[in-house]
């Protein structure tokens, strides 16, 4: 497939217009102008470039694109123009899609978290830009805490880092954030939910959470944030018959 075209359905596809980010979305190394094999991950990194090369994939799209830590470098030099390097000499392109595979109601992070608790999405909550990141979600019938850890659970098979239960005994309302969204916790309990999904926490958190009476479990930021790119592979595969690979690089982090 053209690069132009494949560009332009994944810019439909995700609308990154719509989100006020802090990294790049879209297309960041055009290194090819075809698209023959897909493989996606969720952080470009050395070990994903790896898997390209071997799979044969003129094309990589990634959650965390370069430059997306704090501090990282966005000139081509080191360790980054290393990687571009290689990107440029095997003829594979890079996308990234940061936000816009967080808060997309089909194939976003956080729609993909409810859906596997179970949960019927009910609407979108810490705007960002034009568009929404998280997502609130109901049950029809309340849970114990024992059963929301148990769907929380089920829906993060390497089990949850962190359990935080100083709330309602009963959970009906969940808001899910992935990634570091715990930024989100007071909007989450203006909008009167009874629980928030996670990925990573900062030392503050297990304080607020007491202190305000609220339930909170968080799963790690990278296995929360495998869902959007998993699912992204399957849909380029179905909708455009191009060969895509989701390839998971754990990180417990």
Same mark, same amino acid.
């Given at each position: ?25 879209? @297309? ?25 090369? %071997? ?6 799209? %990634? ?37 816009? @595979?967080?808060?997309? @109601? ?24 034009? +568009? ?27 089990? @949850? ?9 009963? /959970?009906?309302? %969940? ?42 479990? +968080? ?9 959007? %790119? ?16 989701? /390839? ?6």
């Amino acid at each position: 497939m053209d690069l132009k075209l494949f560009s332009a359905w994944l810019n439909e596809l995700l609308s990154p217009q719509f989100f006020r980010d802090y990294c790049n979305n879209g @297309l960041c190394v055009e290194a090819s102008d075809k698209v023959t094999k897909v493989v996606t991950g969720v952080d470009f990194r050395d070990s994903l470039i790896d898997e390209a090369v %071997v799979r044969g994939a003129d094309c990589i799209i %990634v959650h965390h694109p370069n430059g997306f830590w704090k501090g990282e470098e966005r000139v081509l030099t080191g360790k980054f123009g290393e990687r571009i390097r290689r990107l440029m000499q095997h003829g594979v392109s890079l996308y990234g899609f940061h936000l816009p @595979l967080d808060g997309h @109601l089909e194939i976003g992070n956080n729609a993909l978290i409810a859906k596997a608790m179970g949960l019927n999405v009910v609407r979108g909550f810490m705007q960002e830009g034009e +568009s929404t990141v998280g997502v609130v979600g109901e049950w029809d019938d309340p849970a114990s805490q024992k059963e929301f850890l148990e769907r929380a659970e089920k829906a993060f098979p390497k089990g @949850l880092q962190n359990k935080f239960l100083f709330g309602s005994s009963l /959970v009906k309302k %969940v808001a899910i954030c992935s990634g570091s969204g715990a930024s989100g916790i007071e909007e989450s309990m203006g909008l009167g939910c009874d629980a928030f999904v996670t990925g990573e926490i900062k030392e503050a958190v297990p304080i607020q959470v007491e202190e305000a009476g609220f339930n909170l479990v +968080s799963a790690g930021h990278y296995r929360t944030e495998v869902f959007g %790119v998993r699912a992204l592979a399957e849909k380029i595969a179905q909708n455009l018959q191009i060969s895509a690979d989701f /390839v998971d690089l754990d990180n417990p982090i």
